[in-house]
């Protein structure tokens, strides 16, 4: 008996293909991993990240779909597939340009680097700036689009405006968006305590929810907020109203407490709480 379980064992390992592993084979299996996890981080950064949701959803319903033999489903998956490939290229164009003219001034790492690698996003001093700025120009009717990111990058609708790279206070806001000046037309983007540019274009939302009586400037500030995760406030220079656009939802007339309350939750003060809060889930995500 024991003769047969060794000859077993010797003829099934025999057939079997064991690499063999050289220490470069390790440092190549290090650099991977390295491009792979920064890969992740930028993906997270663009309008990618909801690409990647969307395609998840869609493998899992191809899985089901095999599972269940339904012959139809599959058929069609498997005729759109090479459509669909074309497709991520075309609409994401912008973001792959980007990343490939990063990579040719050997700035790759700076692509995939994480912005909020710190966890508050502006100090207390910007966002009592940005809230005195926004109601002095609401009593005086004067329109105004505010565009503060977040996590998602919004540096391909930066390029569309004028570089200001200065520090933001409600006298520069109120300066901008003074009618008859160079830069009143557009968004104002704010990046951490900068303004980072002016006069910026922003996709204009085609939601056919939104109200008829809605302007330009309401339906842009709306449309950015689909396509990424900014905090978008608009004042009225009809009524001198204010409001607030994020994730697709506009939240119209708030007054000065609640977009209070608005900004110094999307500012991630960085109090004990929320340190705490943010080192468990740290160390939830490591184990």
Not at 8 to 27: A, E, G
Not at 85 to 105: C, D, K, T, V
Request: proline share 2%; hydrophobic share 45%.
């Amino acid at each position: 008996m024991w003769d047969n379980l060794r000859n077993f064992f010797s003829n099934y390992f025999s057939r079997l293909l064991v690499p063999k592993i050289h220490p470069l084979d390790f440092v190549e299996i290090l650099l991977i991993a390295v491009i792979i996890y920064h890969l992740i981080k930028w993906i997270k950064r663009t309008r990618a990240w909801y690409l990647v949701k969307g395609i998840a959803i869609l493998v899992a319903v191809w899985v089901v779909a095999s599972i269940l033999q339904f012959s139809a489903i599959q058929w069609i998956f498997v005729n759109t597939i090479n459509v669909g490939i074309i497709a991520i290229f075309i609409i994401f164009q912008p973001e792959l340009r980007r990343a490939l003219e990063q990579l040719g001034q050997r700035k790759l790492f700076g692509l995939f680097a994480d912005p909020s690698s710190t966890l508050e996003r502006y100090s207390d001093e910007t966002r009592n700036e940005i809230l005195t700025g926004v109601f002095e120009m609401a009593k005086v009717k004067t329109g105004a689009l505010i565009c503060i990111e977040g996590m998602v990058s919004l540096e391909e609708y930066e390029r569309t405006g004028i570089a200001t790279d200065s520090v933001v206070t409600a006298a520069l806001l109120i300066n901008i968006f003074e009618k008859n000046t160079p830069l009143h037309d557009g968004a104002v983007l704010i990046r951490g305590n900068r303004a980072a540019a002016a006069t910026c274009i922003l996709p204009v939302s085609e939601n056919m929810r939104l109200s008829k009586d809605l302007g330009t400037r309401h339906r842009a500030g709306v449309g950015v907020s689909e396509v990424s995760d900014a905090l978008v406030i608009i004042v009225s220079e009809e009524n001198g109203k204010v409001s607030i656009a994020q994730k697709g939802q506009l939240i119209r007339g708030v007054d000065e407490e609640f977009l209070s309350n608005k900004l110094l939750e999307f500012q991630n003060k960085q109090t004990p709480q929320n340190r705490l809060k943010f080192r468990k889930e740290r160390e939830k995500n490591a184990k």
